[in-house]
């Protein structure tokens, strides 16, 4: 049995949703297979994302690379999403959930976005969970746009060369609007990123799952979230015990605040 504890959940989960094609091809069926199976497991996560209380989930649905893919299974897998965002638009919008979407969707085709579009808008103020749909997507391709938005802002005279700082360019990247991720779990065997979420991505904890994402299961998120559980974060500062340590010394020390960052509680959730 897994355990979670229910008061250290990450907040804001990104997951790189990655082997759908081999999940096909080990079975000798088309890639579209796989990509219809992955969206089964998309269902399955984010229910229990929602049942867990996530903030945040974050899925890497479709890259911008992957508009070079063959043209066909580019259909397929705009036609699953238009049927994803059917299917479970009801869910969504009964269970608190906000569809937010991100990326360069001006390139998603008409049949995604007459479904896309009004499910943003009637969810919009839902406040359970935000579920954001990268598509279109690329990390690299959206720090460009905030330093684009930056440098219009500083040529028109709205703001000085040195308002461009670290938290300006983030204020323009739709992908951190729900706040850096915590926890980003890959799928699918590769080690890497693959252009998600790159400037957010600073202090994220990485969880490589080798499982293929058709097969991704309820206990495949709690062995993340759990492992997630048993790091220290330390944003760049001292460890816990040597902290503890600081701490006694110095009674009002700066360390404390990091210290409560990165010790959870012991409650519970049994699954
Ligand atoms: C992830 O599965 C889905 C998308 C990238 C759209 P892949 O289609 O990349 O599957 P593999 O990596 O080829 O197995
Ligand atoms: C990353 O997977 C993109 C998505 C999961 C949508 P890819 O399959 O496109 O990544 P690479 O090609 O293995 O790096
Ligand atoms: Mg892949």
Redesign the pocket.
């Known amino acids: 049995m897994d355990f979670v504890e229910a008061r250290n959940l990450p907040g804001h989960v990104g997951i790189i949703?990655?082997?759908?094609?081999?999940?096909a091809?080990s079975r000798g069926q088309p890639?579209a297979a796989?990509?219809r199976e992955?969206a089964a497991a998309v269902r399955r996560t984010v229910r229990l994302a929602r049942r867990l209380g996530l903030r945040a989930l974050t899925l890497y649905?479709?890259?911008e690379q992957?508009w070079s893919r063959p043209e066909e299974e580019v259909d397929a897998?705009m036609q699953l999403l238009r049927d994803f965002l059917l299917g479970e638009r009801e869910e969504i919008l009964d269970n608190g959930i906000r569809l937010n979407a991100i990326g360069n969707l001006g390139r998603l085709p008409a049949l995604v976005r007459a479904v896309l579009d009004p499910l943003r808008r009637d969810s919009e103020n839902n406040g359970d969970m935000v579920l954001t749909l990268a598509l279109s997507y690329g990390g690299r391709e959206e720090i460009a746009y905030a330093a684009r938005e930056l440098a219009k802002a500083v040529a028109a005279g709205r703001i000085k060369l040195d308002d461009v700082t670290t938290d300006s360019l983030r204020s323009h990247m739709p992908s951190l609007s729900v706040g850096d991720p915590d926890l980003v779990i890959r799928t699918?065997g590769?080690r890497r990123i693959s252009n998600f979420l790159l400037y957010g991505l600073a202090y994220a904890e990485l969880h490589f799952a080798d499982v293929?994402?058709p097969d991704f299961s309820e206990s495949d998120l709690f062995a993340a979230i759990g492992s997630y559980q048993r790091r220290e974060r330390r944003f760049g500062l001292v460890g816990a015990a040597a902290a503890a340590d600081a701490a006694a010394a110095a009674v009002s020390s700066p360390i404390e605040s990091a210290l409560a960052a990165v010790t959870g509680a012991i409650t519970r959730i049994a699954i």
């Open positions: 949703m990655d082997g759908n094609g081999r999940w091809q890639r796989g990509h992955g649905a479709f890259s992957n897998l699918g590769e293929l994402w």
